[in-house]
């Protein structure tokens, strides 16, 4: 692999084709972040210079000019004490990890019991890449838990983990039915390689671990999971408002866990009545397990590959032979 010759101190001479892909060749500054092994007082423009601190390494982001930090993985994660705002467009944020698909990866962004931040991570800045980085909400107060909220536009999250809900203490937000684990509320957003949810904790409201209110935005090649038997618990909910045109979910595993087997949630996508004409476009590769009915409570709405989906479209069945 090769370094750009003006790039190799801007980027302590990490490989351009090392992590950083496409973005690195648009010329941005770069920092780094080691929760584990940084320092608090260290500039961050080397690995071997890097800094602890997060939201220290994204104020030197300039707004707007491709610049990045990367995220070192390692035993320690990042808790911020505060809710993290990532405002800046064009302003990317990479985990130096070991490749693990879409989920466990050790580039960690933690809210933790100790802080219990109300949103963890808020991404309002477009143009953006996320790559590599876990996002877990382990609040455990009594209110409701929102992980990641994508309110920016044209972002991509990629090989991605955001786990909401948690926590299971008895109380906390996997209780409570505005929890939800990521929501993206801006347009034309892609998710990718990625996994949404966690299944590890029990759900018992009716919540959701998707919720999407923008317009034109897709998840692919992901997964997206739960852990309820709750009636009216959804993976997904997708909001019926004007202008949203279209979601779309390509290649996506929807699946809800429920101990030895019992009856799961009842469909996976929860799509309100509303006088919106969104289109929610499934195709032929997504599959549904631990859903007991369909697709969705609201077919109007859904469009797929094939027959009209009903609630024998995309969902997995034991082999009988």
């Known amino acids: 692999m090769t370094t750009f010759g003006d790039m190799i101190n801007m980027l302590g001479g990490v490989p351009v084709a090392g992590g950083l892909g496409d973005v690195a060749l648009?010329?941005?500054?770069?920092?780094?972040?080691?929760?584990?092994?940084?320092?608090?007082?260290?500039?961050?423009?080397?690995?071997?210079?890097?800094?602890?601190?997060?939201?220290t390494m994204y104020g030197e982001l300039r707004d707007g000019y491709n610049d990045g930090v990367v995220l070192m993985g390692g035993?320690?994660?990042?808790?911020?004490?505060?809710?993290?705002?990532?405002?800046?467009?064009?302003?990317?944020?990479?985990?130096?990890?070991?490749?693990?698909?879409?989920?466990?990866?050790?580039?960690?962004?933690?809210n933790d019991a100790a802080n219990d931040l109300a949103v963890l991570f808020t991404l309002s800045g477009s143009g953006c890449l996320?790559?590599?980085?876990?996002?877990?909400?382990?609040?455990?107060?009594?209110?409701?838990?929102?992980?990641?909220?994508?309110?920016?536009?044209?972002?991509?999250?990629?090989?991605?983990?955001?786990a909401g809900m948690g926590d299971a203490t008895a109380s906390g937000p996997q209780t409570r039915s505005g929890s939800y684990s990521l929501?993206?509320?801006?347009?034309?957003?892609?998710?990718?390689?990625?996994?949404?949810?966690?299944?590890?904790?029990?759900?018992?409201?009716?919540?959701?671990?998707?919720?999407?209110?923008?317009?034109?935005?897709?998840?692919?090649?992901?997964?997206?999971?739960?852990?309820?038997?709750?009636?009216?618990?959804?993976?997904v909910t997708v909001d019926n408002a004007a202008d949203m045109r279209d979601v779309q979910f390509n290649d996506v595993l929807f699946y809800n866990y429920s101990t030895n087997w019992a009856?799961?949630?009842?469909?996976?996508?929860?799509?309100p009545a509303g006088g919106s004409t969104v289109q929610v476009i499934i195709d032929s590769l997504c599959r549904f397990v631990g859903v007991g009915m369909g697709v969705a409570n609201n077919l109007t709405h859904i469009y797929g590959s094939g027959p009209v989906p009903n609630a024998g479209f995309g969902i997995a069945v034991n082999p009988t032979t």
């Open 183 to 235: 929501k993206i509320s801006g347009a034309e957003n892609t998710v990718t390689r990625s996994t949404i949810g966690l299944d590890t904790v029990v759900r018992s409201a009716a919540n959701a671990e998707l919720i999407v209110s923008g317009a034109r935005n897709r998840i692919e090649h992901s997964e997206i999971r739960s852990n309820s038997v709750t009636a009216g618990k959804f993976l």
């Open 130 to 162: 996320v790559k590599n980085v876990q996002f877990f909400d382990g609040k455990d107060s009594a209110a409701d838990g929102a992980c990641v909220l994508v309110s920016g536009s044209r972002n991509h999250l990629l090989n991605t983990f955001v």
């Open 26 to 55: 648009a010329g941005g500054k770069w920092r780094f972040c080691d929760p584990t092994h940084g320092s608090a007082n260290r500039d961050g423009l080397t690995p071997e210079g890097a800094n602890s601190d997060l939201v």
């Open 75 to 110: 035993a320690t994660a990042y808790k911020p004490t505060t809710a993290m705002v990532w405002a800046k467009t064009y302003a990317h944020l990479i985990g130096a990890v070991n490749g693990l698909p879409g989920m466990g990866q050790r580039a960690r962004i933690v």
């Open 263 to 271: 009856t799961g949630i009842t469909d996976a996508i929860n799509i």
